[in-house]
Protein backbone atom coordinates (compact mmCIF):
# COMPACT_ATOMS: atom_id res chain seq x y z
CA UNK A 1 0.00 0.00 0.00
CA UNK A 2 0.96 3.66 -0.67
CA UNK A 3 1.39 6.05 1.87
CA UNK A 4 1.25 9.99 1.42
CA UNK A 5 1.77 12.34 4.24
CA UNK A 6 3.10 15.62 2.88
CA UNK A 7 3.03 18.28 6.15
CA UNK A 8 -0.02 19.57 6.84
CA UNK A 9 -0.25 23.32 6.80
CA UNK A 10 -2.22 22.96 9.86
CA UNK A 11 -0.13 20.85 11.58
CA UNK A 12 -1.84 21.16 14.51
CA UNK A 13 -4.67 19.19 13.58
CA UNK A 14 -5.48 15.46 14.29
CA UNK A 15 -4.75 12.70 11.79
CA UNK A 16 -1.98 11.49 10.08
CA UNK A 17 -3.57 12.42 6.64
CA UNK A 18 -6.59 14.78 6.38
CA UNK A 19 -9.36 14.64 3.82
CA UNK A 20 -12.50 15.80 2.78
CA UNK A 21 -15.34 15.87 0.95
CA UNK A 22 -17.53 18.87 0.15
CA UNK A 23 -20.63 19.32 -1.38
CA UNK A 24 -23.04 22.04 -2.56
CA UNK A 25 -26.61 22.15 -1.01
CA UNK A 26 -28.44 22.56 -3.94
CA UNK A 27 -30.86 19.86 -3.95
CA UNK A 28 -30.63 16.18 -3.26
CA UNK A 29 -27.63 14.74 -2.90
CA UNK A 30 -25.42 13.70 -5.80
CA UNK A 31 -24.38 10.13 -6.54
CA UNK A 32 -20.97 11.38 -7.04
CA UNK A 33 -20.92 12.83 -3.39
CA UNK A 34 -21.14 9.21 -1.70
CA UNK A 35 -18.75 8.35 -4.73
CA UNK A 36 -15.76 10.71 -3.82
CA UNK A 37 -16.65 10.00 0.10
CA UNK A 38 -15.76 6.12 -0.22
CA UNK A 39 -12.63 6.98 -1.76
CA UNK A 40 -11.90 9.20 0.63
CA UNK A 41 -12.52 7.84 3.87
CA UNK A 42 -11.37 4.12 2.67
CA UNK A 43 -8.15 6.07 2.89
CA UNK A 44 -8.48 7.87 5.61
CA UNK A 45 -9.33 4.83 7.74
CA UNK A 46 -6.62 2.68 6.37
CA UNK A 47 -3.54 5.79 7.15
CA UNK A 48 -5.20 6.29 10.47
CA UNK A 49 -6.44 9.50 9.32
CA UNK A 50 -9.63 11.97 9.79
CA UNK A 51 -12.40 12.52 7.17
CA UNK A 52 -13.68 15.97 6.94
CA UNK A 53 -17.26 16.90 5.81
CA UNK A 54 -17.73 20.29 4.56
CA UNK A 55 -20.72 22.10 3.00
CA UNK A 56 -20.02 24.17 0.34
CA UNK A 57 -22.99 26.93 0.09
CA UNK A 58 -21.38 29.67 -1.32
CA UNK A 59 -23.60 30.03 -4.25
CA UNK A 60 -26.53 31.39 -2.69
CA UNK A 61 -28.75 31.17 -6.20
CA UNK A 62 -28.97 27.85 -6.14
CA UNK A 63 -28.86 27.14 -2.20
CA UNK A 64 -31.65 25.07 -1.09
CA UNK A 65 -32.27 24.89 2.89
CA UNK A 66 -32.93 21.11 3.46
CA UNK A 67 -30.08 20.03 1.25
CA UNK A 68 -28.08 20.45 4.02
CA UNK A 69 -29.71 17.55 6.03
CA UNK A 70 -30.38 15.37 2.93
CA UNK A 71 -26.48 14.84 2.55
CA UNK A 72 -25.93 14.13 6.54
CA UNK A 73 -28.84 11.42 5.95
CA UNK A 74 -27.66 9.93 2.50
CA UNK A 75 -23.95 9.62 3.86
CA UNK A 76 -24.94 7.84 7.39
CA UNK A 77 -27.25 5.47 5.61
CA UNK A 78 -24.69 4.43 3.78
CA UNK A 79 -21.92 3.71 6.80
CA UNK A 80 -20.02 6.69 5.48
CA UNK A 81 -19.29 8.50 8.49
CA UNK A 82 -16.78 11.83 9.29
CA UNK A 83 -14.80 12.95 11.90
CA UNK A 84 -15.62 16.77 11.56
CA UNK A 85 -18.09 18.47 10.42
CA UNK A 86 -21.06 21.38 10.76
CA UNK A 87 -23.14 18.86 12.70
CA UNK A 88 -20.52 17.16 14.96
CA UNK A 89 -18.00 19.94 15.05
CA UNK A 90 -14.35 19.98 15.19
CA UNK A 91 -11.05 22.11 16.00
CA UNK A 92 -11.33 23.61 12.25
CA UNK A 93 -14.88 25.13 12.52
CA UNK A 94 -17.12 26.40 11.05
CA UNK A 95 -17.23 23.94 8.27
CA UNK A 96 -19.72 25.69 6.95
CA UNK A 97 -18.44 28.07 4.19
CA UNK A 98 -21.08 31.00 4.81
CA UNK A 99 -20.03 30.71 7.99
CA UNK A 100 -16.33 31.57 7.28
CA UNK A 101 -16.76 34.66 5.47
CA UNK A 102 -14.78 36.48 7.68
CA UNK A 103 -12.10 33.79 6.99
CA UNK A 104 -11.47 34.83 3.48
CA UNK A 105 -11.47 38.49 3.46
CA UNK A 106 -7.61 38.92 5.12
CA UNK A 107 -6.60 35.87 1.86
CA UNK A 108 -7.70 38.68 -0.51
CA UNK A 109 -6.55 41.34 1.02
CA UNK A 110 -3.20 39.86 1.21
CA UNK A 111 -3.19 39.04 -2.76
CA UNK A 112 -4.67 42.60 -3.45
CA UNK A 113 -2.14 44.09 -1.46
CA UNK A 114 1.22 41.60 -3.10
CA UNK A 115 -0.09 42.52 -6.44
CA UNK A 116 -1.62 38.70 -6.92
CA UNK A 117 -5.01 40.12 -7.43
CA UNK A 118 -7.13 42.92 -8.61
CA UNK A 119 -10.59 44.52 -8.99
CA UNK A 120 -12.91 44.37 -11.54
CA UNK A 121 -15.42 46.41 -12.30
CA UNK A 122 -16.96 45.17 -15.88
CA UNK A 123 -20.57 44.81 -15.79
CA UNK A 124 -21.84 41.13 -16.96
CA UNK A 125 -23.20 42.56 -20.50
CA UNK A 126 -19.76 44.04 -21.10
CA UNK A 127 -18.57 40.47 -20.30
CA UNK A 128 -21.11 38.76 -22.27
CA UNK A 129 -19.95 41.02 -25.34
CA UNK A 130 -16.36 40.17 -24.42
CA UNK A 131 -17.08 37.00 -24.80
CA UNK A 132 -18.55 37.04 -27.46
CA UNK A 133 -16.69 38.87 -29.79
CA UNK A 134 -13.77 36.50 -28.49
CA UNK A 135 -15.47 33.60 -29.84
CA UNK A 136 -16.50 35.25 -33.35
CA UNK A 137 -13.24 35.59 -34.02
CA UNK A 138 -12.28 32.31 -32.89
CA UNK A 139 -9.81 33.55 -29.84
CA UNK A 140 -9.15 31.88 -26.54
CA UNK A 141 -12.04 33.44 -24.13
CA UNK A 142 -10.88 34.48 -21.03
CA UNK A 143 -10.81 38.17 -19.19
CA UNK A 144 -8.95 41.01 -20.97
CA UNK A 145 -8.04 42.88 -18.22
CA UNK A 146 -9.38 45.70 -18.68
CA UNK A 147 -9.61 46.62 -15.19
CA UNK A 148 -6.20 45.77 -14.34
CA UNK A 149 -3.88 48.63 -13.26
CA UNK A 150 -6.71 51.02 -13.60
CA UNK A 151 -8.32 53.52 -10.47
CA UNK A 152 -11.83 52.83 -9.68
CA UNK A 153 -12.23 56.18 -11.55
CA UNK A 154 -10.22 55.34 -14.34
CA UNK A 155 -12.89 52.55 -15.19
CA UNK A 156 -15.67 54.38 -14.32
CA UNK A 157 -14.97 56.56 -17.50
CA UNK A 158 -15.15 53.50 -19.63
CA UNK A 159 -18.09 51.85 -20.90
CA UNK A 160 -19.47 48.69 -19.44
CA UNK A 161 -19.02 49.76 -15.51
CA UNK A 162 -20.63 48.27 -12.22
CA UNK A 163 -20.57 49.83 -9.39
CA UNK A 164 -20.17 46.67 -7.11
CA UNK A 165 -16.26 45.39 -8.00
CA UNK A 166 -14.99 41.75 -8.26
CA UNK A 167 -11.81 40.59 -7.41
CA UNK A 168 -9.52 38.75 -10.00
CA UNK A 169 -6.39 36.56 -9.23
CA UNK A 170 -3.54 38.29 -11.83
CA UNK A 171 -2.18 35.13 -13.16
CA UNK A 172 1.31 35.41 -14.24
CA UNK A 173 2.71 34.47 -17.87
CA UNK A 174 4.62 31.63 -16.43
CA UNK A 175 2.10 29.95 -14.24
CA UNK A 176 2.93 26.20 -13.85
CA UNK A 177 0.83 23.76 -16.07
CA UNK A 178 2.08 20.45 -14.71
CA UNK A 179 1.23 18.45 -11.55
CA UNK A 180 1.47 15.25 -10.09
CA UNK A 181 -1.60 13.15 -9.37
CA UNK A 182 -1.60 9.84 -7.39
CA UNK A 183 -4.61 8.76 -9.66
CA UNK A 184 -3.11 10.26 -13.43
CA UNK A 185 0.56 10.70 -12.77
CA UNK A 186 2.22 13.44 -14.04
CA UNK A 187 -0.64 15.71 -15.58
CA UNK A 188 -1.15 19.06 -17.66
CA UNK A 189 -3.90 21.80 -17.79
CA UNK A 190 -4.56 24.49 -20.26
CA UNK A 191 -3.77 28.11 -18.64
CA UNK A 192 -6.32 29.58 -16.36
CA UNK A 193 -7.42 32.78 -17.07
CA UNK A 194 -7.77 35.66 -14.52
CA UNK A 195 -10.54 33.86 -12.27
CA UNK A 196 -12.42 35.76 -10.01
CA UNK A 197 -12.21 34.89 -6.53
CA UNK A 198 -14.65 37.52 -4.56
CA UNK A 199 -17.72 38.30 -5.70
CA UNK A 200 -19.29 40.98 -5.38
CA UNK A 201 -21.79 39.81 -3.31
CA UNK A 202 -18.83 39.44 -0.77
CA UNK A 203 -18.74 35.54 -1.10
CA UNK A 204 -16.21 34.13 -2.15
CA UNK A 205 -15.81 31.57 -5.33
CA UNK A 206 -15.10 27.97 -5.33
CA UNK A 207 -11.71 28.37 -5.96
CA UNK A 208 -10.44 30.76 -3.46
CA UNK A 209 -12.75 29.21 -0.73
CA UNK A 210 -11.88 25.76 -1.66
CA UNK A 211 -7.86 26.70 -1.35
CA UNK A 212 -8.44 28.80 2.13
CA UNK A 213 -10.64 26.01 3.44
CA UNK A 214 -8.33 23.38 2.76
CA UNK A 215 -5.20 25.03 3.97
CA UNK A 216 -7.23 26.15 7.12
CA UNK A 217 -8.64 22.68 7.91
CA UNK A 218 -5.13 20.99 7.11
CA UNK A 219 -6.34 18.90 4.11
CA UNK A 220 -3.54 16.73 2.83
CA UNK A 221 -5.36 14.89 0.15
CA UNK A 222 -7.55 16.77 -2.04
CA UNK A 223 -9.36 13.92 -4.01
CA UNK A 224 -12.11 15.27 -6.45
CA UNK A 225 -13.56 14.62 -10.12
CA UNK A 226 -11.60 14.60 -13.24
CA UNK A 227 -13.90 17.83 -14.44
CA UNK A 228 -11.38 19.91 -11.92
CA UNK A 229 -8.20 19.48 -13.64
CA UNK A 230 -8.48 22.61 -15.51
CA UNK A 231 -8.75 24.36 -11.93
CA UNK A 232 -5.86 22.79 -10.70
CA UNK A 233 -2.99 24.87 -11.62
CA UNK A 234 -4.89 27.88 -10.46
CA UNK A 235 -5.46 26.63 -7.12
CA UNK A 236 -1.63 25.48 -7.13
CA UNK A 237 -1.04 29.08 -7.90
CA UNK A 238 -2.89 30.30 -4.78
CA UNK A 239 -1.27 28.09 -2.19
CA UNK A 240 2.32 28.99 -3.45
CA UNK A 241 0.90 32.97 -2.93
CA UNK A 242 -0.31 32.04 0.47
CA UNK A 243 2.99 30.20 1.12
CA UNK A 244 2.03 26.89 2.40
CA UNK A 245 2.32 23.08 0.86
CA UNK A 246 -0.35 22.00 -1.36
CA UNK A 247 -1.86 18.82 -0.98
CA UNK A 248 -1.61 15.96 -2.88
CA UNK A 249 -4.49 15.44 -5.51
CA UNK A 250 -6.27 12.58 -7.27
CA UNK A 251 -8.67 13.34 -9.68
CA UNK A 252 -11.10 10.56 -9.85
CA UNK A 253 -13.24 9.35 -13.09
CA UNK A 254 -16.36 10.75 -13.85
CA UNK A 255 -19.29 8.18 -13.32
CA UNK A 256 -21.01 7.89 -16.73
CA UNK A 257 -24.30 6.51 -18.69
CA UNK A 258 -23.70 3.51 -20.86
CA UNK A 259 -23.92 5.99 -24.05
CA UNK A 260 -20.85 7.62 -21.93
CA UNK A 261 -22.87 10.62 -20.97
CA UNK A 262 -21.78 12.54 -17.72
CA UNK A 263 -24.40 11.27 -14.75
CA UNK A 264 -26.75 14.33 -14.00
CA UNK A 265 -29.34 14.52 -11.75
CA UNK A 266 -31.93 16.54 -14.49
CA UNK A 267 -31.39 13.21 -16.90
CA UNK A 268 -30.97 10.52 -14.65
CA UNK A 269 -32.82 9.53 -11.31
CA UNK A 270 -30.41 7.04 -9.98
CA UNK A 271 -28.01 10.53 -10.05
CA UNK A 272 -29.62 11.40 -6.62
CA UNK A 273 -28.23 9.54 -3.69
CA UNK A 274 -32.29 9.76 -1.93
CA UNK A 275 -33.03 7.28 -5.16
CA UNK A 276 -31.32 4.21 -3.96
CA UNK A 277 -33.16 4.53 -0.63
CA UNK A 278 -36.42 4.90 -2.34
CA UNK A 279 -36.29 1.88 -4.56
CA UNK A 280 -34.93 -0.51 -1.92
CA UNK A 281 -31.82 -0.76 -2.58
CA UNK A 282 -29.18 -1.88 0.80
CA UNK A 283 -26.67 0.75 1.76
CA UNK A 284 -23.61 -1.34 2.01
CA UNK A 285 -24.61 -2.96 -1.90
CA UNK A 286 -24.58 0.61 -2.89
CA UNK A 287 -21.23 1.28 -0.95
CA UNK A 288 -20.11 -2.05 -2.64
CA UNK A 289 -21.00 -1.02 -5.93
CA UNK A 290 -19.75 1.94 -6.55
CA UNK A 291 -16.29 0.49 -5.07
CA UNK A 292 -16.08 -1.93 -8.17
CA UNK A 293 -16.90 1.21 -10.46
CA UNK A 294 -13.48 3.05 -10.25
CA UNK A 295 -11.26 -0.06 -8.84
CA UNK A 296 -10.06 -3.30 -9.70
CA UNK A 297 -12.17 -6.20 -7.37
CA UNK A 298 -10.38 -8.25 -5.43
CA UNK A 299 -9.22 -12.04 -5.90
CA UNK A 300 -9.16 -15.01 -4.08
CA UNK A 301 -6.99 -17.60 -3.89
CA UNK A 302 -7.77 -19.22 -7.39
CA UNK A 303 -7.13 -16.01 -9.08
CA UNK A 304 -10.99 -15.33 -9.25
CA UNK A 305 -12.52 -11.89 -8.74
CA UNK A 306 -14.68 -10.91 -5.55
CA UNK A 307 -16.76 -8.78 -6.22
CA UNK A 308 -18.74 -9.14 -2.87
CA UNK A 309 -17.05 -6.82 -0.47
CA UNK A 310 -17.37 -4.85 2.94
CA UNK A 311 -16.25 -1.21 3.27
CA UNK A 312 -13.45 -2.52 5.59
CA UNK A 313 -12.63 -5.10 2.70
CA UNK A 314 -12.03 -2.08 0.53
CA UNK A 315 -10.44 0.03 2.94
CA UNK A 316 -7.66 -1.93 4.05
CA UNK A 317 -6.42 -2.91 0.47
CA UNK A 318 -6.69 0.71 -1.38
CA UNK A 319 -4.03 1.74 -3.17
CA UNK A 320 -4.44 4.57 -5.23
CA UNK A 321 -2.08 3.07 -8.02
CA UNK A 322 -4.97 0.67 -8.46
CA UNK A 323 -7.81 3.24 -9.49
CA UNK A 324 -8.84 3.12 -13.14
CA UNK A 325 -8.87 6.70 -14.55
CA UNK A 326 -11.20 5.53 -17.45
CA UNK A 327 -14.92 7.25 -16.23
CA UNK A 328 -16.68 3.82 -15.58
CA UNK A 329 -20.22 2.90 -16.61
CA UNK A 330 -23.12 3.28 -13.94
CA UNK A 331 -24.51 -0.33 -14.82
CA UNK A 332 -27.77 -0.82 -12.79
CA UNK A 333 -27.88 -4.42 -13.62
CA UNK A 334 -24.86 -4.72 -11.82
CA UNK A 335 -25.91 -3.03 -8.74
CA UNK A 336 -29.31 -4.82 -8.91
CA UNK A 337 -27.23 -8.33 -8.69
CA UNK A 338 -24.88 -6.95 -6.42
CA UNK A 339 -28.31 -5.79 -4.24
CA UNK A 340 -29.68 -9.49 -4.23
CA UNK A 341 -26.40 -10.71 -2.85
CA UNK A 342 -26.40 -8.84 -0.20
CA UNK A 343 -29.68 -9.29 0.75
CA UNK A 344 -29.48 -13.34 0.65
CA UNK A 345 -26.85 -12.61 2.96
CA UNK A 346 -28.65 -10.42 5.76
CA UNK A 347 -29.75 -12.50 8.90
CA UNK A 348 -33.55 -13.13 9.04
CA UNK A 349 -34.16 -10.57 12.00
CA UNK A 350 -31.89 -8.11 10.03
CA UNK A 351 -33.92 -8.91 6.59
CA UNK A 352 -37.59 -8.67 8.16
CA UNK A 353 -36.59 -4.85 10.02
CA UNK A 354 -35.31 -3.50 6.76
CA UNK A 355 -38.27 -4.71 5.05
CA UNK A 356 -40.54 -3.07 7.80
CA UNK A 357 -40.72 0.34 6.81
CA UNK A 358 -41.49 -0.02 3.35
CA UNK A 359 -44.13 -2.33 4.14
CA UNK A 360 -45.41 0.57 6.28
CA UNK A 361 -45.11 2.76 3.50
CA UNK A 362 -47.21 0.94 1.07
CA UNK A 363 -49.80 0.17 3.98
CA UNK A 364 -49.08 -3.64 4.02
CA UNK A 365 -48.48 -3.11 7.91
CA UNK A 366 -49.50 0.04 9.96
CA UNK A 367 -47.14 2.37 11.66
CA UNK A 368 -47.30 -0.08 15.05
CA UNK A 369 -47.66 -3.55 14.16
CA UNK A 370 -48.93 -6.06 16.61
CA UNK A 371 -46.29 -8.87 18.11
CA UNK A 372 -48.20 -10.98 16.01
CA UNK A 373 -48.20 -9.82 12.65
CA UNK A 374 -43.95 -9.22 13.41
CA UNK A 375 -43.58 -12.89 14.09
CA UNK A 376 -45.61 -13.34 10.59
CA UNK A 377 -43.28 -10.96 9.01
CA UNK A 378 -40.41 -12.67 10.32
CA UNK A 379 -41.88 -16.15 8.91
CA UNK A 380 -43.08 -14.48 5.37
CA UNK A 381 -39.42 -12.65 5.54
CA UNK A 382 -37.97 -16.43 5.18
CA UNK A 383 -39.76 -17.56 2.01
CA UNK A 384 -39.20 -14.15 0.10
CA UNK A 385 -35.11 -13.33 1.31
CA UNK A 386 -34.34 -15.15 -2.36
CA UNK A 387 -36.73 -13.53 -4.31
CA UNK A 388 -36.24 -10.07 -4.78
CA UNK A 389 -33.70 -7.79 -5.87
CA UNK A 390 -34.98 -4.83 -4.50
CA UNK A 391 -36.79 -4.43 -1.31
CA UNK A 392 -39.53 -2.69 -2.56
CA UNK A 393 -40.37 -5.85 -4.48
CA UNK A 394 -41.82 -6.83 -1.21
CA UNK A 395 -44.63 -5.80 -0.73
CA UNK A 396 -46.32 -7.40 -3.42
CA UNK A 397 -45.30 -10.54 -2.10
CA UNK A 398 -45.71 -10.17 1.51
CA UNK A 399 -48.92 -8.22 1.10
CA UNK A 400 -51.35 -11.12 0.87
CA UNK A 401 -50.00 -12.32 4.13
CA UNK A 402 -51.88 -10.08 6.26
CA UNK A 403 -54.87 -9.34 4.49
CA UNK A 404 -58.70 -10.15 5.44
CA UNK A 405 -59.05 -13.84 3.95
CA UNK A 406 -62.67 -12.75 2.01
CA UNK A 407 -60.50 -10.13 0.95
CA UNK A 408 -57.82 -11.40 -1.17
CA UNK A 409 -57.53 -9.38 -4.34
CA UNK A 410 -57.29 -11.69 -7.35
CA UNK A 411 -54.66 -10.29 -10.25
CA UNK A 412 -55.95 -9.95 -13.53
CA UNK A 413 -53.01 -12.42 -15.15
CA UNK A 414 -53.50 -14.69 -12.50
CA UNK A 415 -57.42 -15.20 -12.98
CA UNK A 416 -57.00 -15.22 -16.61
CA UNK A 417 -54.05 -17.98 -16.12
CA UNK A 418 -56.96 -20.48 -14.17
CA UNK A 419 -58.66 -23.58 -16.65
CA UNK A 420 -61.58 -25.53 -16.86
CA UNK A 421 -60.37 -27.77 -14.35
CA UNK A 422 -59.59 -24.93 -11.50
CA UNK A 423 -63.22 -25.30 -10.00
CA UNK A 424 -62.03 -29.18 -9.82
CA UNK A 425 -58.59 -28.50 -8.31
CA UNK A 426 -60.24 -26.46 -5.88
CA UNK A 427 -62.97 -28.95 -4.33
CA UNK A 428 -60.17 -31.84 -4.40
CA UNK A 429 -57.89 -29.47 -2.27
CA UNK A 430 -60.41 -28.60 -0.06
CA UNK A 431 -61.17 -31.89 0.74
CA UNK A 432 -58.07 -33.46 0.97
CA UNK A 433 -56.82 -30.23 3.16
CA UNK A 434 -59.94 -30.59 5.79
CA UNK A 435 -58.62 -33.83 6.85
CA UNK A 436 -55.18 -32.75 8.71
CA UNK A 437 -55.71 -31.82 11.82
CA UNK A 438 -54.64 -28.39 12.99
CA UNK A 439 -51.63 -29.80 15.19
CA UNK A 440 -49.99 -31.33 12.10
CA UNK A 441 -51.03 -28.41 9.94
CA UNK A 442 -47.24 -28.12 8.06
CA UNK A 443 -45.92 -27.44 4.61
CA UNK A 444 -44.78 -31.13 4.33
CA UNK A 445 -48.57 -32.43 5.39
CA UNK A 446 -50.00 -29.78 3.32
CA UNK A 447 -47.58 -31.10 0.17
CA UNK A 448 -48.43 -34.63 0.75
CA UNK A 449 -51.99 -34.44 0.82
CA UNK A 450 -51.98 -32.19 -2.12
CA UNK A 451 -49.62 -33.94 -4.32
CA UNK A 452 -52.18 -36.98 -3.74
CA UNK A 453 -55.50 -35.22 -4.23
CA UNK A 454 -54.79 -33.49 -7.25
CA UNK A 455 -51.48 -34.94 -8.80
CA UNK A 456 -52.11 -38.13 -8.20
CA UNK A 457 -56.18 -38.27 -8.25
CA UNK A 458 -57.16 -35.98 -10.74
CA UNK A 459 -54.09 -37.12 -13.37
CA UNK A 460 -52.88 -33.15 -13.19
CA UNK A 461 -49.34 -32.39 -13.98
CA UNK A 462 -47.20 -30.62 -10.83
CA UNK A 463 -46.35 -28.11 -13.28
CA UNK A 464 -50.26 -27.11 -13.75
CA UNK A 465 -51.99 -28.58 -10.79
CA UNK A 466 -51.12 -25.82 -8.25
CA UNK A 467 -51.87 -22.65 -10.30
CA UNK A 468 -55.43 -22.57 -8.73
CA UNK A 469 -54.20 -23.36 -5.01
CA UNK A 470 -51.68 -20.33 -5.60
CA UNK A 471 -54.33 -17.94 -6.86
CA UNK A 472 -56.71 -18.52 -4.30
CA UNK A 473 -54.24 -17.98 -1.43
CA UNK A 474 -51.97 -14.78 -2.85
CA UNK A 475 -54.12 -13.55 -5.78
CA UNK A 476 -51.13 -14.07 -7.81
CA UNK A 477 -49.50 -15.84 -10.41
CA UNK A 478 -46.29 -15.72 -8.85
CA UNK A 479 -46.11 -15.86 -5.21
CA UNK A 480 -44.20 -17.22 -2.51
CA UNK A 481 -43.55 -21.39 -2.03
CA UNK A 482 -47.10 -22.61 -1.69
CA UNK A 483 -46.81 -25.22 0.61
CA UNK A 484 -45.01 -22.77 3.42
CA UNK A 485 -47.85 -19.87 3.18
CA UNK A 486 -50.30 -22.59 3.44
CA UNK A 487 -48.77 -23.59 6.48
CA UNK A 488 -47.78 -19.57 7.67
CA UNK A 489 -51.48 -19.01 7.12
CA UNK A 490 -53.04 -22.24 8.89
CA UNK A 491 -55.36 -24.11 7.91
CA UNK A 492 -58.45 -21.99 8.67
CA UNK A 493 -57.60 -19.24 6.51
CA UNK A 494 -56.24 -21.51 3.48
CA UNK A 495 -59.83 -23.16 3.63
CA UNK A 496 -60.98 -20.01 3.42
CA UNK A 497 -59.33 -18.74 0.30
CA UNK A 498 -60.31 -21.52 -1.58
CA UNK A 499 -63.64 -21.40 -0.68
CA UNK A 500 -63.52 -17.51 -1.38
CA UNK A 501 -61.79 -18.58 -5.32
CA UNK A 502 -64.47 -21.41 -5.76
CA UNK A 503 -67.31 -19.55 -5.08
CA UNK A 504 -66.27 -16.70 -7.88
CA UNK A 505 -65.61 -19.15 -10.37
Known amino acids: MTEHTPTSPAGDLPGTVRLRVAPSPTGDPHVGTAYMSLFNLAFARQQGGRFVLRIEDTDRSRFREDSEQQVFDTLRWLGLGWDEGPDVGGPAAPYRQSERLTTYRPYVERLLADGHAYHCWCSTERLAEMRAEQQRLKEPTGYDRLCHGRTEEERRALPGFSEQPVVRMLVPDDVELHFDDLVRGRMSAPRPDDQVILKADGFPTYHLAVVVDDTEMGITHVVRGEEWVSS ?8 RWFGVEPPRFAHMPLLRNENKSKISKRKNPEARLTWFQEEGYLPEALVNFLGLLAYPPAQDAEGNDVEVFTFDEFSQRFDWSEVNPVGPIFDLKKLDWINGVHIRALDLQDFASRLLPFLQTDGVLGDTPTLEEL ?38 DARAQLKDDAGDVLDAATAALTGIGDDAWT ?3 VEGALREAVVDGLGIKPKFAFGPLRTAVSGRRVSPPLFESMEILGKASTLTRLAVLRASL
Open 232 to 239: TPKHLLLY
Open 375 to 412: DRLEKVADLVQTRIAHLTEASDLVGPFYVADDRVEVAD
Open 443 to 445: AEA
